[in-house]
Nanobody, 125 residues
Framework: QLQASGGGLVQTGSSLRLSCVPS????????MGWFRQAPGKEREFVAV????????YYADSVKGRFTISRDNAENTLYLQMNSLKPEDTAVYYC????????????????????WGQGTVVTVSS
């Protein structure tokens, strides 16, 4: 359902841009974003966008460094990651639900019906 790409091995301070293309069209009520899972840790929220309002939400750990954006024409979601740190190392998953997720539930992985296969980001120190 979701094809994520753009991961790789980079050095501390570098940048990467992740892309996610859903196999189906999104709607005005969709919520789409990114979670990540580091080795030995639980999945954690990174950033999401609520299409109803265009509002974007970020985890405190990435605020100011990561930017989530969307290309409507290409039906593609992006995650621009700057100033990468070793603690950003993880498998990054693109997520989508066709409903508008309430704000209090944005950080809950169970709120998202569709998950991509993940793309690996490794940041070396």
């Amino acid at each position: 359902q979701l094809q994520a790409s753009g991961g790789g091995l980079v050095q501390t301070g570098s940048s990467l841009r992740l892309s996610c293309v859903p196999s189906t069209r999104t709607s005005r009520t969709s919520t789409m974003g990114w979670f990540r899972q580091a080795p030995g840790k639980e999945r954690e929220f990174v950033a999401v966008m609520r299409f109803t309002s265009g509002s974007r939400y970020y985890a405190d750990s990435v605020k100011g460094r990561f930017t989530i954006s969307r290309d409507n024409a290409e039906n593609t979601l992006y995650l621009q990651m700057n100033s990468l740190k070793p603690e950003d190392t993880a498998v990054y998953y693109c997520v989508l639900t066709q409903s508008s997720v309430i704000i209090s539930n944005l950080y809950n992985p169970e709120a998202y019906h569709y998950w991509g296969q993940g793309t690996v980001v490794t940041v070396s120190s």
